[in-house]
């Protein structure tokens, strides 16, 4: 694939800048890889040849020259943090500042013999072996340039780790705020290991606290051993003039379950990016999730599920709202793979387009190379129609609370799967605040 080189002077100061005399050798040799691919294919500006950016141009991002976020702790306070990001106190939470952890506003359990969370970088310097063997092996440099340059800055970040037969009641907070340090970038770095017949729940939050152009890029890798269960909820709640790049890596073994639940509400230009790899027999995985845009924002959702094992099942629904100038971007890619009989794969992405100058550009697709499977997929974008809008207003209903019902309904399809009370509340606050007042007119 050509891609174009970004203006990368910067962030070749900031690389060399790093110590990386106190980090293993190991480490120091993924970093390093990582850099020289970075050097050699830059970000994904191409316009040809570039299919997984299609619709999408990060031009921006390439073009800005963001410097490495230093250590801000001090200007952020518990109070900021209550009022902008989730925040349950009985949760296990690890809170990031510019993607450096801040020990100060974070509550880890220190004892507990069921679950480990720590900073990845108190991680690889007690020696965790889980660290070594696992860091930067679901993901791969070669595929993008955005994983290559997180890779090559690895420092900080999560690291979870549930033990086997562990059942975590108690959900893992991993709150990544950025401050709003203007032109800067962080590159969080998260490795969650599921052991065997395990169960949690990790909860993934970005958040900005201020109007500011910033940079985050961040890479979560995931391993589900064999029956692990694992619900994973990503909160993505930018500043409206910021840029954002995640990527997911999910690893599931023999009878493993990955579900998965996305939120984004705001961001200037946002791309989340997950691939979820069932490299086991009788595992599923349920990816949901809702995105709203507004003004002249954009969203990517590129989603890829690989079935390379028989008897798994996948399901795929995304909900979009779109108004203003806005613009959505839903890529559903479902892999079969020769040998995975018995798949059972739907995905689905359905959007309520409010604005004449919003636009969706959906693309699911399944390649099949497997017999007796049940495969299907589909997409639809629209307004909402004259028939039912006159049932609302029939009933007493003035228009514009007619509208916000219906616009809310459409949500509260994925919001109400959330299991967790206190989320789900504050989910429902976020989304219901962010609804225009909007009248449905023909």
């Known amino acids: 694939m050509t891609q174009t080189l970004t203006r990368h002077e910067q962030y070749q100061s900031d690389f060399h800048s790093l110590d990386g005399g106190a980090q293993p050798q190991w480490l120091r040799d993924i970093r390093t890889a990582a850099w020289q691919r970075f050097l050699a294919v830059g970000l994904p500006t191409a316009r040809r040849g570039n299919e997984p950016y299609k619709y999408t141009n990060v031009a ?8 490495l976020a230093e250590a801000a702790d001090g200007s952020v306070e518990a109070a900021d943090v209550t009022q902008f990001a989730p925040w349950q106190a009985g949760w296990h939470q690890l809170v990031f500042i510019d993607g450096i952890y801040s020990e100060a506003l974070s509550t880890a359990p220190s004892d507990d013999d069921d679950v480990v969370v720590t900073s990845l970088a108190q991680a690889i310097a007690s020696g965790n072996g889980d660290v070594e063997k696992r860091l930067s092996q679901y993901t791969d440099i070669e595929e993008d340039g955005f994983i290559a340059l997180n890779t090559a800055f690895i420092s900080d970040g999560a690291f979870v780790r549930i033990a086997d037969d562990a059942n975590v009641e108690t959900p893992v907070h991993l709150l990544f705020l950025a401050s ?12 969650v290991v599921a052991g065997s017949n395990s169960a949690a729940t990790v909860i993934e939050s970005y958040v900005g606290i201020a109007d500011s152009p910033y940079l985050t890029n961040s890479v979560t890798e995931m391993a589900l051993e064999t029956g692990a269960t694992l619900n994973h909820y990503r909160l993505l709640i930018e500043s409206e003039d910021a840029y954002h790049v995640g990527v997911a890596r999910v690893h599931q073994a023999d009878g493993s379950a990955y579900n998965s639940k ?3 509400r705001q961001v200037g230009l946002g791309r989340f990016d997950l691939y979820t790899g069932i490299d086991g027999e009788n595992a599923s995985c349920d990816l949901k ?15 890829n599920i690989n079935h390379e094992k028989p008897h798994s099942s996948s399901r795929l629904y995304y909900k979009g709202i779109l108004d203003g100038r806005s613009r959505a971007v839903f890529g559903g890619t479902v892999f079969v793979q020769p040998g995975a009989i018995k798949t059972d794969s739907h995905q689905e992405d359905k959007n309520l387009v409010l604005s004449p100058d919003a ?14 499977v049940k495969c299907g997929h589909g997409a639809t974008a629209g307004n909402i129609d004259l028939d039912t809008v006159f049932y609302m207003r029939s009933r007493g209903i003035d228009l514009e609370t007619a509208s916000r019902l219906l616009i809310y309904g459409f949500a509260s399809e994925i919001i109400e799967t959330v299991e967790d009370d206190y989320l789900r509340g504050y989910l429902e606050d976020q989304f219901l605040d962010s609804l225009p007042s909007y009248k449905f007119e023909f």
């Open 289 to 303: 999730g809702l995105y709203f845009t507004s003004g002249s924002q954009h969203m990517d959702n590129y989603i």
């Open 180 to 191: 709003g340090n203007t032109q800067t970038a962080s590159h969080p770095r998260t490795l």
């Open 359 to 372: 636009e969706v550009d959906s693309k699911p697709s399944l390649f099949i190379y497997a017999d007796d």
């Open 262 to 264: 996305v939120f984004e």
């Open 60 to 67: 921006p991002i390439a073009n800005a020259g963001f410097s």
